[in-house]
């Protein structure tokens, strides 16, 4: 057995609990009415993080499978490094330009911004259901 499956798993386990966590912690953000700037920005800096620790944390589980010679699975988790680095580049400028738009007191800019926020946690329940499908479809190949 490669020595190469143990940090695989460690980075595994990182990126798991990294998508757990900002989903447990995004979902609550929810009921924040979204109607002050303050709100806003949170909201954005709480996604802007998350997408950073995504990030690295697939990055390194991408060359842990790539050492480990899993190549499916490190193609499926440099997705997810991929699909980070997208919605850190186009998601938290649409959530900063609908900011700006709640503090110029437009209602409609409020409702879009919830909605935004909903489908960036969508993404990411979709991501920790595929995650998690994958690391049981691993465990059956080792």
């Not at 798991?16 to 109607?35: Q, R, S």
Request: glycine share 6%; charged share 10%; aromatic share 16%.
């Amino acid at each position: 057995m490669s020595f190469a499956i143990y940090p695989a798993f460690f980075f595994t386990v990182v990126v798991l609990v990294t998508n757990a966590y900002f989903l447990m912690g995004g979902l609550p953000l929810l009921i924040l009415k979204h109607d002050i700037p303050l709100d806003a920005r949170f909201v954005r800096s709480f996604f802007n993080v998350y997408y950073g620790v995504a990030f690295w944390a697939a990055l390194c589980a991408f060359a842990s499978f790539a050492l480990w010679g899993r190549f499916a699975f490190a193609m499926g988790i440099a997705i997810m490094a991929i699909v980070a680095i997208l919605l850190r580049r186009h998601l938290l400028p649409v959530m900063q330009r609908l900011g700006t738009q709640i503090e110029a007191n437009d209602g409609k800019a409020t409702q879009r911004f919830r909605q935004v926020h909903a489908m960036a946690l969508l993404i990411s329940f979709v991501q920790l259901v595929v995650l998690v499908w994958g690391t049981i479809r691993l465990s059956q190949q080792v």
